[in-house]
């Protein structure tokens, strides 16, 4: 269970508690963000292996992941 795993999970919480907030499409945004950069390190590591992968994109990949943990995790405190 790694990070992708958490950032679904709450990215589901997100998208329901932001539902008709005027904070929906931002998140729907980051999180569409980061699924199409976690699926251009997938390919990535498939093409390059995993010591010849970009580890920009990796780092790029984990920070919109942590932010959509980081989001929707917070949205289950906002009223």
């Not at 005027?22 to 729907?28: A, E, I, K, R, T």
């Amino acid at each position: 269970m790694g990070t992708g795993f958490l950032a679904f999970m709450f990215a589901l919480v997100g998208l329901y508690k932001y539902w008709g907030d005027s904070q929906f499409v931002p998140f729907v945004l980051l999180v569409i963000a980061s699924y199409v950069v976690t699926e251009l390190v997938r390919n990535d590591v498939k093409k390059n292996g995993i010591d010849e992968g970009n580890k920009g994109l990796v780092l790029s990949s984990m920070v919109l992941q942590i932010a959509v943990i980081i989001i929707g995790l917070a949205s289950l405190f906002t009223v």
